[in-house]
């Protein structure tokens, strides 16, 4: 069984940062893509960052410049540090991790986390 936990959402004022955090736990054998997305009120979900194992990072073009994706392997770990926040970025922020677990080693899967919320006052 994986759990993928996300932590650090809030409310902040327009300008401000804020850094998300998500580990996840389990059975893990290896992760490959570590992913955020987020879905603002009315929206569909969007892709805003993503990190490879082979280091390929991309971004959003509405976040280029202002969020930085990393990652720790060792703790299973991804992060997401928010700079120059707008009230555009207000919206519940989901972790997404493609993981092997021990007994499918060979077979990554998606795993989420259940979101953490992102508040940009203006």
């Known amino acids: 069984q994986v759990q993928l936990v996300e932590s650090g959402g809030g409310l902040v004022q327009a300008g401000g940062s804020l850094r998300l955090s998500c580990a996840a736990s389990?059975?893990?054998?290896?992760?490959?893509?570590m992913n955020w997305y987020r879905q603002g009120s009315g929206k569909e979900r969007e892709l805003v960052a993503s990190?490879?194992?082979?280091?390929?990072?991309n971004y959003a073009d509405s976040v280029k410049g202002r969020f930085t994706i990393s990652r720790d392997n060792a703790k299973y770990a991804v992060y997401l540090q928010m700079n120059n926040l707008e009230p555009e970025d207000t919206g519940v922020y989901y972790c997404?991790?493609?993981?092997?677990?021990?007994?499918?080693?060979?077979?990554?899967?998606?795993?989420w986390g259940k979101g953490t919320l992102v508040t940009v006052s203006s």
């Open positions: 389990g059975n893990i054998f290896s992760i490959d893509r």
């Open positions: 997404n991790q493609e993981i092997a677990t021990i007994r499918s080693p060979y077979y990554h899967r998606d795993y």
């Open positions: 990190s490879r194992n082979d280091g390929t990072i």
